[in-house]
Nanobody, 111 residues
Framework: VQLQASGGGRVQPGGSLRLSCAAS????????MSWFRQAPGKEREGVAC????????DYADSVKGRFTITRDNAKNTVYLQMNSLKSEDTAIYYC?????WGQGTEVTVSS
């Protein structure tokens, strides 16, 4: 299993970023996919999850209404659209499936 996350960067508060995670080594459409994040000095936390059943989604309360997780099963890719970013969204974002983790992509929200 390989998970390759990309799309991180530095953005001002209120800005937007879209993260991508390209997956391989498993039957992508059969598994729920998740995004986690870990801020400096804090534990890793779940951000969003997209299930296989009609693509239903779950979000952490802190990102509801601002972040959107989607998946493209034809491209074996999961996305995280992040809008109205806040300084507290600064973290390394990780893609996850089952017990597998991507390498992370860093997001910095700062003026």
């Amino acid at each position: 299993v390989q998970l390759q996350a990309s799309g991180g960067g530095r953005v001002q508060p209120g800005g937007s970023l879209r993260l991508s995670c390209a997956a391989s080594g498993f039957t992508f459409e059969d598994y729920a996919m998740s995004w986690f994040r870990q801020a400096p000095g804090k534990e890793r936390e779940g951000v969003a999850c997209i299930h296989t059943n009609a693509g239903s989604t779950d979000y952490a309360d802190s990102v509801k209404g601002r972040f959107t997780i989607t998946r493209d099963n034809a491209k074996n890719t999961v996305y995280l659209q992040m809008n109205s970013l806040k300084s507290e969204d600064t973290a390394i974002y990780y893609c996850n499936v089952q017990t597998y983790w991507g390498q992370g992509t860093e997001v910095t929200v700062s003026s």
